[in-house]
């Protein structure tokens, strides 16, 4: 679903890359925790997949998608195959639960019908029946999240990219979050969430890519993420 073929990204006027020769591949349906320290190069790495930038170096293979070389007008396809979710939610601070969950469905034009259908499941889905009319300012930090989870998924992207999703969260609200991400992976979304929580990545024992100044250091199955000096 996603292959990082020797793929370098050194952002202009740096002298070190912010990911250096980094070869993975994630496939269809997994579950990966990507992992390290702040400035390792984990949203680097996300942005690629998104095309938000392009590597200097390397190929990257998206859902069948050369996407460094990917033109400008096929981006927007791209990124509907993809959700993503921030540490900061994101979420449009005027519009209800309801709105901001099925702004993401009227952007890409889908019917009515189908909006009026699709919301109401995907925030049942995420635990939030009963708050659709609430406003953002309204909702827990947890909730929010939630919120911005259903926005995510609501059209059934291939990939969920999540970066630092749970950031802003206590840690009992940020194993529901995990949790919930986890259920929408059984449901055969790929995901993966950069973070740099030990806690959490060690009691999920999920695939574990752990990325040190740009250098990927450990990619393991049921991995975990021990405190390093
Ligand atoms: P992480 O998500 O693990 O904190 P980042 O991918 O944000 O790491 O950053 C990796 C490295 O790239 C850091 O050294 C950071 O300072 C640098 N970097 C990130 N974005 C830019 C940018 N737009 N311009 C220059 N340097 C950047
Ligand atoms: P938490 O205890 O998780 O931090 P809050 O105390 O912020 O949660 O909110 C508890 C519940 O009250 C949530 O379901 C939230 O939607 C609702 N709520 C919070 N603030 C408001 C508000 N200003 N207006 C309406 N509902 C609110």
């Known amino acids: 679903m996603i292959i990082f073929d020797h793929v370098s990204k050194t952002y202009p006027r740096t002298t070190r890359p912010a ?3 980094v070869s993975l591949e994630v496939e269809r ?3 990966v925790f990507v992992v390290g320290q702040s400035g390792s190069g984990k949203s680097t790495l996300l942005r690629l997949v998104l ?3 392009v590597p200097t170096s390397g190929r990257i293979l998206v859902a069948g998608r050369n996407v460094a070389r990917l033109p400008d007008r096929k981006v927007p396809r791209l990124r509907r195959e993809i959700g993503t979710v921030f540490q900061d939610f994101r979420l449009l601070p005027g519009k209800t639960v309801y709105a901001n969950v099925a702004f993401a ?6 019917s009515r019908s189908t909006i009026r259908q699709t919301v109401p499941e995907t925030l049942a889905m995420v635990g939030l029946e009963g708050k659709e009319k609430r ?3 309204e909702l827990s930090g947890g909730e929010q999240q939630r919120v911005a989870i259903a926005r995510a998924v609501v059209n059934k992207p291939a990939i969920l990219l999540a970066d630092e999703p749970t950031g802003n969260l206590d840690p009992a609200t940020s194993a529901d979050i995990v949790a919930l ?3 929408i992976n059984r449901r055969g979304t790929t995901v993966v969430m950069a973070t740099h929580d030990h806690e959490i990545v060690n009691s999920y024992r ?4 752990e990325l040190q100044t740009g250098v990927l250091q450990r990619d393991v199955a049921g991995g975990s993420y021990e405190v390093t000096g």
């Open 51 to 53: 095309r938000e930038d």
């Open 135 to 137: 406003l953002p300012h």
């Open 206 to 209: 999920k695939r574990v890519v």
């Open 19 to 21: 990911l250096d020769d």
């Open 29 to 31: 349906g997994e579950f």
């Open 181 to 183: 991400l986890e259920r």
């Open 105 to 110: 469905l009227q952007v890409i034009g889908t």
